[in-house]
């Protein structure tokens, strides 16, 4: 699991990024769980200023760079982070800072 910080002023709406990148609606304030291609399983929920994620990759894996490009992009657009910035934090979180 994991938890991504959303960026201070970034106010997105979760449930129309969802829809419009994996084609499933829901209330992301409850919990959302779809299956998105390339990625597995993904369970969903916005706990105050975090978006927690849970994957359940899939069986067979496809290494497509289309498919980590969308997941990069959505994850830019719900948090306000770049993947570099995104790694900078989780670097900060596994240090214990």
Do not use: C, Q
Not at 19 to 43: H, L, S, T
Not at 52 to 58: E, F, M, R, T
Not at 62 to 78: H, Q, R
């Amino acid at each position: 699991m994991r938890k991504y910080s959303i960026k201070r002023g970034h106010k997105p709406d979760l449930n129309a990024l969802i829809k419009r990148y994996f084609g499933v609606e829901g209330n992301v304030e409850e919990g959302i769980e779809f299956e998105a291609e390339g990625i597995g399983k993904v369970y969903m929920k916005k706990e105050g200023n975090y978006l927690i994620v849970d994957i359940v990759p899939p069986e067979k894996v496809n290494g497509s760079y289309e498919v980590l490009k969308k997941w990069n992009d959505f994850l830019f657009e719900a948090t306000g982070r770049t993947a570099k910035e995104r790694k900078k934090l989780l670097e900060k979180e596994v240090r214990g800072e």
